[in-house]
């Protein structure tokens, strides 16, 4: 597999464990052969460019923040890169961006949304910045790349940190 790794272009052989060893014989069980079936099929793109495929820190410190600072005001990129160093950094810096989908998010979303840490405008700010890093991803993709299947952040929900008051009497 070819990856881009501290922006060099390195080719990885990657192996990943399907089941039980078993030894019955010439032929793998079904299931074996299903799922490597589908993990060729998930690999094989025959439009990527290697050097689009990039870890998400990779992506934010070397496309995004440079993209952000010729583009937005000096109060958003500081902002941004708040948001990134404090927050979604230690969660998501070493995921290839290619392999994101919305469960990560959402997983790295209720990470950072632990109860009495963040306020409701602050979970909100992170959420944003996330749509926008993955709607940023997805426009420079689809340049290079074609059709986007869909987009990672689209059926996410943002967990909210709301002091439960007593009904008003």
């Not at 993990?39 to 439009?47: L, Q």
């Not at 000096?74 to 994101?100: E, F, M, Q």
């Not at 209720?110 to 959420?127: E, F, N, Q, V, W």
């Not at 290079?144 to 689209?154: E, F, N, R, V, Y």
């Amino acid at each position: 597999m070819d990856r881009t790794v501290n922006g060099e272009l390195r080719h990885d052989r990657v192996a990943k464990r399907l089941g039980e060893v078993t030894t019955r014989g010439k032929c793998p069980p079904q299931k074996i052969e299903d799922e490597a079936r589908e993990i060729v099929a998930a690999a094989t793109v025959t439009n990527a460019n290697p050097g689009r495929v990039v870890t998400m820190g990779e992506f934010v410190d070397r496309v995004y923040l440079p993209h952000i600072e010729h583009h937005k005001r000096p109060s958003t990129l500081k902002g941004y890169k708040d948001i990134w160093r404090n927050h979604v950094k230690a969660h998501c810096a070493d995921v290839w961006l290619k392999d994101v989908r919305t469960f990560h998010v959402q997983g790295w979303l209720d990470a950072i949304a632990a109860p009495g840490t963040l306020g409701r405008k602050s979970l909100k700010h992170i959420k944003t910045f996330l749509s926008a890093l993955c709607s940023s991803w997805r426009s420079s993709r689809a340049t290079t790349q074609g059709k986007i299947q869909s987009a990672p952040l689209q059926r996410l929900r943002r967990q909210q940190n709301r002091k439960k008051h007593p009904p008003m009497t």
